[in-house]
């Protein structure tokens, strides 16, 4: 019988805009965002959040928790990114047993405060850290939920 934290087949997944890996050991994943942008055109974004989901739905995401590290990442709200990233947006969070998300800024972190405010994506622990969102994810489990950090 194999469980989440055994080896995940098809990980790491990597591109050039994000590294999906598995921390060993455990069923936790981390989707990792590359500085490299995201394309400016509609259709070439469309595409890149349908390779990683289609990543993600092989995955037995109900029995993983998610770290999103966008630390190395420029936030975008233009109106294109928004439409895509809204309809994948429950693909990539909602089947998970939790998410986290490690931000650098204010600023992002308002934007993933709005995200959960519109639904179709989970309540996330917010962090500053993979480390810590990581800590945080061990000392949960059995505890109900996951502490934000700050």
Do not use: W
């Amino acid at each position: 019988m194999s469980s989440a934290a055994d080896a995940l087949p098809g990980l790491p997944h990597v591109t050039e805009h994000l590294t999906i890996r598995q921390v060993p050991g455990e069923g936790i994943i981390v989707l990792e965002r590359t500085a490299v942008p995201f394309p400016e055109s509609d259709v070439a974004l469309d595409e890149v959040f349908a390779e990683f989901v289609a990543v993600l739905r092989e995955l037995p995401r109900a029995d993983l928790d998610m770290i999103i590290d966008s630390r190395r990442s420029r936030g975008r709200n233009d109106a294109a990114f928004e439409r895509i990233q809204h309809k994948y947006r429950r693909d990539i969070f909602t089947a998970f047993r939790s998410a986290s998300v490690v931000l650098a800024s204010v600023v992002g972190r308002m934007q993933v405060e709005r995200y959960e405010r519109e639904g179709g994506a989970t309540d996330y622990g917010h962090f500053s850290d993979v480390d810590e969102a990581i800590d945080a994810l061990r000392r949960s489990r059995g505890e109900g939920g996951i502490e934000s950090a700050g």
